[in-house]
């Protein structure tokens, strides 16, 4: 199942991504975590992406489209995968097509997590990510019943250094002018679903897990 999370930054796509990755089976590939990661690591990629993440700005695309490119190829996204974060603008998903009719395995489904521009930055300044099985929490919609412990495995919670309001501020305007298009690219190629991002995690979860049943 080769599918999309599309959504604002604040959307849910990393919490539904970790759930959907087990419930099916799949690998969740978000960009920003690959991209975390080369930072912690000090890589020469790192070096060059970390600028651009705490500006809130988008790394340039032959970064993101080459880390996609090598995940793609390992052995685990063989059966489908749930990617997050990608594609982030047009050329990005161009790029994604391209590289997988050459592979003769398109995408299946494109998911639109849809909420409210003003229930984003509430989400973003509240959310909080645990240290070791990345876990998300909201400090205001969906605290952990102890503060700064994950429920699940008692890890510490840290907030990403790009969640405060003047990062959040752009990253929400990147992605109207440059990841909203990508709505009207999918739908034009017939793989756009929209769910309703807000309410009930677990329903959410449901309903886009009856999308990825489907196709
Ligand atoms: P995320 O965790 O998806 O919110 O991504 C965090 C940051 O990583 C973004 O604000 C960008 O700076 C960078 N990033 C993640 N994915 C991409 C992408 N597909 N294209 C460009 N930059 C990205």
Do not use: W
Request: aromatic share 6%.
């Amino acid at each position: 199942m080769r599918t999309v999370l599309l959504g604002a930054p604040g959307s849910g796509k990393g919490t539904q991504g970790v759930v959907l990755s087990k419930k099916f089976n799949i690998p969740q590939i978000s960009t920003g975590d690959l991209l975390r990661a080369a930072v912690k690591a000090g890589s020469e990629l790192g070096k060059k992406a970390k600028s651009a993440m705490d500006a809130g700005a988008l790394v340039s695309d032959d970064i993101v489209i080459g880390l996609i490119r090598e995940r793609l190829s390992e052995a685990d996204a063989q059966n489908g995968y749930i990617l997050d974060g990608f594609p982030r603008n047009i050329p990005q998903a161009e790029a994604l097509d391209e590289m997988l009719q050459q592979l003769g395995q398109p995408l299946q489904g494109v998911v639109l997590l849809d909420v409210p521009f003003d229930e984003l930055m509430q989400r973003l300044t509240g959310r909080r990510t645990c240290k070791d099985c990345g876990a998300i929490y909201n400090i205001y919609l969906s605290p952990p019943k102890t503060e700064g412990h994950c429920d699940r495995c008692g890890g510490e919670l840290f907030q990403r250094e790009d969640d405060n309001e003047e990062t959040i501020a752009n990253r929400l305007k990147v992605y109207e002018e440059q990841t909203a298009p990508l709505v009207g690219y999918y739908q034009k190629q017939d793989k756009l679903h929209a769910i309703p991002g807000t309410g009930d995690i677990d329903e959410i979860t449901n309903k886009v897990g009856a999308v990825f049943d489907e196709i």
